[in-house]
């Protein structure tokens, strides 16, 4: 695909740029590396090879890779409406109590039966959590982003008090609801693959990776090919365009934010159904944050959402291996490392960007356009 | 008139100035008199703006110099400016909405670190210079709730507060009733014969007659002449301003219009903050006739213009095309296609592009349900780039690349491609707001050829401008509008005077 | 007396936790009345409170720690604005980023200087900042009443909680008696207006965020040198967010500020005090219920249906001079 005349190059802006600002990011925290008395290299060494150097750790980093996906088509989508959805934190963890509900109370279904009803059961609680701020956003004018925010909180609260009061199975002091029965849980794919005849180290990694490709290509599909797509770019790009195309911004509004919860509270498919086996507390790790900063750097495109992502989950498997590996470094170096992209990739996307199209937008192609 | 030894206020020498590939000013020298009102004209994008922003240290010129009073001086910020006298007036003003007219006056100039004495201090100069000129403002009001005509007196007042010798008014009259119009030139006048200097930028030749000493036309970012008034006639500017004769008329036969397409009874609107923009309208447009709508900007026409296309939500009234009602809560305007209308609005930027988009997308703004571009569910990404390229062949829209970005074409074919979308879709009904604003000569005779054709196609069209001449030559019918109401109805023979009168608000009968 | 002594127990406790939000709070009115949105207060008040556990615990001077909250928190807070206002970035991103780094950088640091888990080491009371007793407190505690109020409620905080409440009247003259009060509400709402007048958009901005800045740190400093012996991993807990809401629930004013502090902060009081207490006729009041309370209020408040929140116009958008 060539890029259209007079810009820089698509590779230049989907590719050179993100690497640019991550590649910031990693000098930086190559330098915090260097505080705490390490050697950045060795650490990255340790880094990849947790993540991708032996089976298990090749599987932790796709199931992280999932959470990731999903968060960060949730953020794209709302996003290109012109919507900055910062609650698929909150939105993901009301979406585990559409997982726990289905998997609790209707594991009598055979699973063929229930994996659909518990995916569609994460969507809906994680759309219905944010219908309201993209409904008061739409009707009553209150910012989507405050609202977002105090929704978060007010899904802890709400989580934290059914956990303790109201889910957890009585006798238990645990704030967590009943293990699901075995009939209730998403298969794990080294299971899958086992059953196919081939080998796999066992991981988290289970089904919902599948499910979360699959959102990508129809998160692809609604934005680029269809007319709500259109509608919704067109809202984002350019309101009053949109009205004047006939289009609601209101209704646009609510249905982004649908959309958008939606996959957000997909990601509990992935850790209440396929990896804990039950509702616990704060499950959603802050992984609703990152997916901000994963679909900064994928250019809210599936594609690079996918890649992001995959950088993301290595990092948090990497990182998970390194601090066992380095005393001095505990996990938390890897929430450094992911603040310092989101502020390189997405506050400070304007550091290098209007170098690099400057450098990379052929003069042919201007002259060319002065002349017409 | 001027003075024989002194040098002038204000002299620009080979001032030039480049945005990326556009260059907006080239090799422009000017000189201001002191104590004359010295007007710049020139069309929309000729560079007037940007020379005045440098004048004012908003940019900075990448060669050339400024002298004030025959003494080179760096103006490379407002503050610099300001110092050196000249004040401005902005097209879009520069006020703080919640503060008081007072705090507005202040902002910059508070004359200590805290308040208190400042704004006393700026209380009185401010009742001395009300008196001096007749510029009366409310001190204590918040300024988001004073009239556009008191907003700009403020202005004014501000930049004399500040001990402006110059005063630079960019497009002032733009927002302006006639009668604010006419107690600004008073103001003008005023500043003029106690000593100021004043420089006017506008398109409107009317008010280059009537107010200014000298006047400077520029085209296409470079000085093309200054003379003195006196020596100029509206002909003769105009001339300047395009580079050579305009052809004002268009050939057009007559044509006997047909049914009603378009009936609008008794349409009254009013804005977020309630006031009428829109009061008790009514007419039709019928199959086959083009009807204009001439006024003075702001006196209604956007606000009936987006009720008609479903934009904007109406108060009272009826608004009936082809036999469809509109809903008043502009909750519809979907369907408005459906009904075979077809809008190219006002300010093609805000509303009728996405600007950031491909052409072929813009292509698809409004019609996106439309069968011909889908594919079952889905959008048929290929018939949506060949049509829009046979779209633009046939409105001669350069360069012809559908997937080249929006923001990349001139303004004329930017204008072209919302043309093309709109016409090309086969309306009974097309609403058309200021179709030339912005388009250089040559695609402003396509596109009225385009208008009449339609016309001869038996089409209805309502036609929005506020240039009369536009309004003349195209339309089979003239409304004029003043302050939401429709005074009068012409027929396009009308002389200018009288429809300038009735544009002013001044029915005939009545004396002036 | 019992009910009463109850009374001042619980506004006394309410006066103590509603500073943290206080200082946060003013700090985001400053940012936001220029104009640069900052969800960041979370982050900046996590660093302040790591900067001040740590070098007071190693210096063994409170002040000290002080000092370095003042300076971390100052130092996101310009990060802020290099992103923000240099390079026009996105403000709601970058605060993003910078709770986030906050988070990853105090809980990293700490583990590898103290070794303890992310927490700082235990301060002793040197090294703390302490309630002062004002004269006359001990004899007027038996008065009923008015004694009572004024030993139990008045009396015994730490300095820092009496400047809390001394700047809301400091940022009350500034923001509306001095020229940089002026000017910074000029740039929040119309920053063109600003620039046109002579005055530099980008130096107003920087110095807005600096004081935001310095009221994190002393909000971060309280939480770790005043309230508590030492820093602990995450111990913003959310305050960050709340005291963003109480600005909103203010509508950005700071005496307004100040009564949505107060509000908070006796909500929390109420939290700690009703655990497990059951009331007459209502029963037990969840504790996470009243800890959702004020976010509840806020969303109602933004809503529209009690009065109305209208932020500063030109906030969250970065200041462009030319439009081409």
């Not at chain 2, 082809?322 to 809903?327: A, M």
């Amino acid at each position: 695909m060539s890029a259209p005349l007079g810009e820089a190059p698509r590779w230049v802006t989907a590719v050179l740029l993100p690497a640019l600002n991550v590649s910031a990011a990693f000098l930086v925290s190559g330098l915090v590396v260097l505080l705490i008395g390490e050697d950045p290299l060795e650490v990255v060494q340790l880094l990849l090879f947790g993540a991708f150097g032996f089976g298990e750790g090749i599987g932790y980093t796709l199931f992280y890779t999932t959470n990731f996906i999903f968060t960060g088509l949730a953020f794209a989508v709302a996003f290109h409406a012109g919507l900055f959805n910062i609650g698929a934190e909150g939105q993901a963890y009301i979406g585990g109590l559409g997982v726990a509900l289905a998997c609790l109370h209707l594991d009598f279904l055979p699973l063929a039966v229930l994996i659909p009803l518990a995916l569609a059961g994460a969507a809906a609680f994680g759309a219905a959590w944010a219908l309201l701020p993209g409904w008061l956003q739409a009707y009553r004018g209150s910012h989507v982003v405050i609202t977002t925010i105090m929704f978060n909180f007010i899904a802890a609260s709400v989580m934290v008090y059914l956990l303790v009061n109201v889910m957890s199975p009585p006798g238990s002091m645990q704030p967590e609801s009943a293990t699901f029965a075995e009939g209730a849980r998403l298969p794990f794919l080294h299971d899958v693959l086992r059953a196919l005849g081939f080998q796999a180290a066992a991981s988290p990694l289970n089904l919902s990776f599948v499910w979360a490709l699959i959102c990508c290509a129809l998160v692809w599909v609604l934005i680029w090919r269809t007319p709500l797509g259109y509608a919704l770019r067109t809202l984002g790009a350019n309101p009053t365009a949109a009205v004047y195309g006939g289009m609601s911004p209101r209704r646009l509004t609510v249905i982004a934010m649908l959309i958008s919860g939606a996959l957000a509270g997909s990601l509990a498919v992935n850790e209440i159904m396929g990896n804990q086996h039950r509702l616990i507390l704060e499950f959603t790790a802050g992984y609703g944050f990152v997916g901000i900063a994963v679909a900064l750097m994928g250019r809210s495109h599936p594609v690079g959402i996918c890649l992001a992502a995959l950088l993301f989950g290595a990092l948090y498997q990497g990182g998970a291996e390194l601090a066992f590996e380095k005393p001095q470094i505990t996990r938390d170096m890897v929430v450094v490392i992911q603040g310092l992209i989101i502020f390189f990739a997405g506050a400070l996307e304007n550091l290098f960007r209007p170098r690099l199209v400057r450098l990379f937008t052929p003069r042919a192609r201007q002259a060319l356009l002065e002349e017409a | 008139m001027t003075g024989e030894r002194q040098p002038p206020v204000i002299e620009l020498v080979g001032i030039s100035k480049s945005f990326g590939a556009v260059r907006a000013n080239r090799d422009i020298s000017l000189a201001v008199e002191r104590g004359t009102i010295h007007g710049i004209v020139g069309e929309n994008g000729a560079g007037k703006s940007t020379l005045m922003s440098i004048l004012y240290g908003f940019y900075q010129a990448d060669s050339g110099e400024i002298r004030v009073n025959g003494e080179r001086r760096t103006i490379d910020s407002p503050d610099a400016a300001i110092a050196a006298g000249i004040g401005m007036v902005h097209q879009h003003f520069m006020l703080v909405d919640t503060f008081t007219a007072l705090e507005n006056v202040v902002l910059g100039a508070e004359g200590g670190l805290t308040l208190k004495h400042g704004l006393a201090r700026a209380r009185q100069a401010l009742i001395d210079l009300e008196r001096d000129y007749g510029l009366e403002v409310p001190l204590d009001e918040p300024v988001g709730e004073l009239t556009v005509g008191q907003q700009q007196r403020l202005e004014i007042l501000k930049a004399l507060f500040r001990g402006a010798d110059m005063l630079i008014l960019d497009e002032p009259t733009g927002v302006l009733t006639p009668a604010e119009a006419n107690h600004l030139f008073r103001i003008l006048r005023q500043l003029k014969t106690q000593g100021r200097t004043v420089v006017l930028i506008t398109h409107k030749l009317r008010e280059i007659m009537s107010i200014t000493d000298n006047v400077s036309v520029m085209r296409r970012g470079e000085m093309v002449e200054t003379l003195a008034t006196a020596q100029a006639s509206p002909e003769k500017l105009a001339e300047l301003m395009v580079g050579r004769r305009v052809l004002l008329r268009v050939d057009k036969s007559a044509r006997a219009p047909e049914r009603d397409i378009l009936k609008v009874e008794n349409l009254s609107i009013r804005d977020e903050d309630g006031v009428t923009r829109v009061n008790d309208v009514s007419f039709t447009v019928r199959a086959g006739e083009i009807v204009g709508i001439a006024g003075v900007a702001d006196n209604g026409q956007s606000e009936l213009l987006q009720a008609l296309s479903g934009m904007r939500p109406f108060d009272a009234g009826t608004v009936t095309i082809d036999g469809h009602r509109l809903d008043p809560h502009a909750s519809d305007n979907y369907r408005l296609r459906e009904w075979g209308v077809a809008h190219v609005p006002e300010d093609r930027h805000r509303m009728g592009l996405v600007v950031p988009f491909e052409a072929n997308e813009n292509v698809l703004l409004g019609y996106h349900r439309e069968r011909d571009y889908r594919r079952g569910p889905l959008l048929d990404r290929r018939a949506i780039i060949e049509d829009t390229a046979r779209k633009m062949e046939k409105f001669d829209v350069r360069p012809s690349f559908p997937r080249l970005k929006t923001s990349l074409f001139s303004g004329g074919n930017q204008q072209k491609i919302v043309l093309a979308r709109e016409i090309e879709h086969d309306p009974d009904l097309l609403l058309v707001g200021q179709p030339t604003r912005g388009v250089d000569i040559g695609a402003i005779e396509f596109i009225h050829r385009r208008l009449i054709e339609l016309r001869d196609a038996g089409k209805a069209i309502l036609l929005v401008s506020v240039e009369l001449d536009e309004i003349q030559s195209l339309a089979d019918r003239i409304l004029v509008m003043f302050a939401g109401a429709i005074v009068g109805e012409c027929a396009p023979g009308v002389s200018e005077n009288e429809l300038g009168m009735l544009m002013a608000g001044v029915t005939p009968g009545e004396s002036a | 007396m019992e009910t009463l002594g109850a009374l001042f127990l619980l506004l006394d406790s309410a006066l103590r936790l509603s500073v943290p939000l206080l200082f946060a709070c003013l700090a985001g009115l400053y940012s936001e009345r220029s104009g640069v949105f900052d969800i960041g207060l979370e982050g900046k008040m996590l660093g302040a409170a790591f900067a001040a556990g740590a070098v007071a615990g190693v210096s063994g001077s409170a002040w000290l720690g002080v000092l370095a909250a003042l300076a971390a928190s100052l130092g996101l807070a310009l990060l802020h604005g290099f992103a923000c206002i240099t390079h026009r970035g996105n403000q709601i991103v970058s605060g993003v980023a910078i709770n986030i780094l906050a988070v990853g950088l105090t809980a990293q640091l700490g583990a590898t200087w103290f070794h303890q888990g992310g927490q700082t080491p235990s301060l002793s009371n040197d090294a703390r900042l302490l309630g002062l007793d004002w004269p006359g407190a001990e004899q007027a505690a038996g008065v009923p009443a008015i004694g009572q109020f004024y030993s139990e409620v008045v009396s015994g905080h730490n300095v820092l909680v009496y400047l809390a409440y001394l700047a809301v009247l400091l940022t009350w003259w500034v923001i509306y008696r001095t020229r940089f009060g002026l000017r910074l509400r000029a740039t929040g709402e119309n920053p063109a207006a600003v620039d046109t007048a002579g005055i530099s958009v980008t130096w107003m901005r920087y110095r807005a965020v600096a004081c935001c800045g310095l009221l994190c740190g002393f909000a971060g400093a309280y939480l770790s040198v005043g309230q508590s012996a030492g820093f602990i991993r995450d111990m913003t807990a959310g305050k960050g967010f709340i005291a963003l809401a109480a600005l909103i629930f203010a509508k950005w004013r700071p005496v307004q500020a100040m009564g949505a502090c107060f509000l908070f902060g006796l909500l929390d009081a109420l939290a700690i005090r009703l655990q497990g207490v059951p009331l007459p006729g209502i029963g037990e009041v969840p504790v996470q219920f009243m800890q959702a309370v004020p976010y509840v209020l806020t969303v109602i408040l933004l809503a529209g249906f009690v009065g109305r929140a209208v932020p500063p116009k030109a906030g969250g958008i970065p200041y462009t001079k030319d439009e081409r």
